[in-house]
Nanobody, 128 residues
Framework: QLLLVESGGGLVQPGGSLRLSCAASGFTLDYYAIGWFRQAPGKEREGVSC????????NYADSVKGRFTISRDNAKNTVYLQMNSLKPEDAAIYYC?????????????????????WGQGTQVTVSS
């Protein structure tokens, strides 16, 4: 079974930090770009960050630049999203998704059909 599993969400105070993990099972992430997306109640799913299969290319939504850092450890088949200086508006369900990228250069944050694998999501709550 081909799965992506997110973990690391939780309740944090404004200004706090969380590290989300996206672990793959049943397939290797080496040839997949990974995107992190989030969806708050009543809002559309939005792209937060992406990383290419090689890890050499990353991108961030303007709203999280300078606060979030995406990274990957292909040896552990896991992608991480380090979230610092969290704000109440960062609260959402966070999803990771994988898009096939044979040449390792793809990095995109549009939640379209190119993302063939999605995790179940992890809740992030930012509140005092």
């Amino acid at each position: 079974q081909l799965l992506l599993v997110e973990s690391g969400g939780g309740l944090v105070q404004p200004g706090g930090s969380l590290r989300l993990s996206c672990a793959a099972s049943g397939f290797t992430l080496d040839y997949y770009a990974i995107g992190w997306f989030r969806q708050a109640p009543g809002k559309e799913r939005e792209g937060v960050s992406c990383i290419s299969g090689s890890g050499g290319k990353t991108n961030y939504a303007d709203s999280v630049k300078g606060r979030f850092t995406i990274s990957r450890d292909n040896a552990k088949n896991t992608v991480y999203l380090q979230m610092n200086s969290l704000k109440p508006e960062d609260a959402a369900i966070y999803y990771c998704a994988a898009a096939a990228s044979p040449f390792g250069v793809l990095c995109k944050m549009t939640p379209d059909k190119s993302f063939s694998r999605w995790g179940q999501g992890t809740q992030v709550t930012v509140s005092s």
